[in-house]
């Protein structure tokens, strides 16, 4: 689609008419940050030094560190898996955590590891235009942004709003 992607490189500046990224000057009248978003100050409240990005450490348990019975979930957890990995800031990791720990408070079940099993994930870029990565498969272009737009409604709340959402659509 004409985008150039550039990774492991730094914005040092941005001007009106540009962008500094490292020693390159890069004229341009617009400029989207994309980048930025951190977790909330709780880390504070607990006297806790916070990882990078302001988030809350936790062991494999979501247990936060040198407390037995707090836990962090969702975006604010600084996890990293038995694998080494650590899972991206999205909605079905936090759904997941909440899950776990929803069952560990009811008492449904004793304490367990969090292992985060991937759904998938998605892009959408626009109509006809998305992109679905299930791990071992791909799925690109209109059957991605038709699924995608399946998967969307599926997972909205109620019968009310999944219907809200399908006739705004369609009336587009
Ligand atoms: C712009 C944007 C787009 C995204 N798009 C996607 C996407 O397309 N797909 C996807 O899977 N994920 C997406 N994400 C990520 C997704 O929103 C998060 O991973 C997910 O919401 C994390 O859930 P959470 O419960 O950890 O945090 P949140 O959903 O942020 O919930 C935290 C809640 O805690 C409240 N809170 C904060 N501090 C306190 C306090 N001191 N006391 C009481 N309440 C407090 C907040 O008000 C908030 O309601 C997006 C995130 C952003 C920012």
Redesign the pocket.
């Known amino acids: 689609m004409g985008v150039e992607v550039r990774t492991g490189q730094r914005v040092l500046d941005v001007i009106l008419d540009g962008v500094t990224v490292g020693t390159e000057f890069i004229r341009t009248g617009y400029v989207v940050w994309g980048a930025g978003?951190t977790a909330?100050?709780?880390h504070r409240?607990l006297g806790l030094d916070a990882a990078p990005g302001g988030l809350i450490p936790v062991d494999r348990f979501l247990r936060v560190a040198g407390h037995e019975n707090v836990f962090a979930?969702?975006?604010?957890?600084d996890f990293t898996g038995t694998d080494g990995k650590r899972p991206?800031?999205?909605?079905?990791?936090?759904?997941q955590?909440?899950v776990l720990l929803g069952c560990l408070l009811k008492q449904q079940a004793s304490l367990a590891e969090f292992v985060f099993g991937s759904r998938g994930n998605t892009?959408v870029i626009g109509r006809n235009a998305a992109i679905f990565d299930f791990g071992k498969w791909t799925l690109k272009g209109r059957a991605a942004w038709l699924l995608w737009a399946f998967v969307h409604v599926f997972l909205l709340i109620n019968f009310e709003k999944r219907v809200l959402v399908s006739v705004q659509w369609l009336r587009r």
């Open positions: 978003v909330t100050p709780a409240s979930t969702g975006d604010t957890a991206p800031g999205l909605a079905q990791v936090a759904e955590r909440g892009g």
